[in-house]
């Protein structure tokens, strides 16, 4: 089995950069036979930017570029798709918001015109989310912030694709609480990517925090 993890940060020594390689040495913790690769949207300098050329694609009226043909390619090879990311603003980074703009076109991710019904492509595809914030669980729960973004990103992205989001979680107090929870979480993911079931990564979170 193979993994696809996806960082989002201009930092290599962050706390997500370092979350995302505990997931990808759990992998081969829970089976060596299992392989990962891990794309820094960063450090590839993967342009975001929606443009004409992407609204062509989005039409029907011309082919993906090419650095969109090589993420889904990157994709199709994948088992599980694992995305890492610091939480700004309520939602992800504007990085890696503009690679699901562009990569998760139509026509590849699904198939959409006003004369058809709506064909969801990526029902082959589990998915598992990660987010890395620096509230609080409270804050998160009173203004709805949690659930906001469950339907925006689980429901509204992948499940729009057919993809099943099988573990979201959030990594809290990501600031202020001892790192080695949320690590003990990654690597806990990692070893059971493929066997998880949905939710399983909330029993992961709790079992880390009692252990802090």
């Given amino acids: 089995m193979h993994a696809l993890i996806v960082v989002a ?66 994709i199709d090879g994948a088992d599980t798709l694992v995305l890492v990311f610091p939480v700004y603003w309520w939602s992800m980074p504007a990085l890696l918001k503009g690679w699901i703009d562009r990569v998760f076109a139509n ?29 609080d669980g409270g804050t998160y729960a009173r203004h709805g912030y949690g659930d ?8 509204g992205i992948f499940n729009y694709c057919g993809a099943q989001v099988v573990t979201s979680e959030l990594l809290l107090e990501s600031e ?16 059971d990517l493929f066997s998880a079931s949905p939710g399983s990564l909330d029993v992961y979170s709790q079992t880390a925090v009692n252990a802090v």
């Fill in 9 to 74: 940060h201009p930092d290599p020594r962050s706390l997500t950069h370092s979350i995302a390689t505990q997931v990808a040495e759990g992998v081969i913790e829970g089976n060596p036979g299992d392989s990962f690769e891990i794309a820094d949207l960063t450090q590839q300098g993967f342009d975001p930017r929606f443009t004409s050329a992407d609204l062509a694609v989005h039409r029907k009226q011309a082919s993906a570029p090419l650095d969109v043909l090589a993420e889904q390619a990157r």
């Fill in 107 to 135: 026509g590849w991710a699904f198939d959409f015109s006003l004369d058809a019904k709506l064909v969801k492509n990526l029902r082959h595809l589990k998915v598992h989310l990660v987010g890395v914030g620096g509230a």
């Fill in 176 to 191: 202020t609480q001892d790192p080695v929870g949320h690590l003990a979480v990654a690597r806990a993911l990692g070893r």
């Fill in 148 to 155: 906001a973004m469950t339907t925006q990103i689980d429901h």
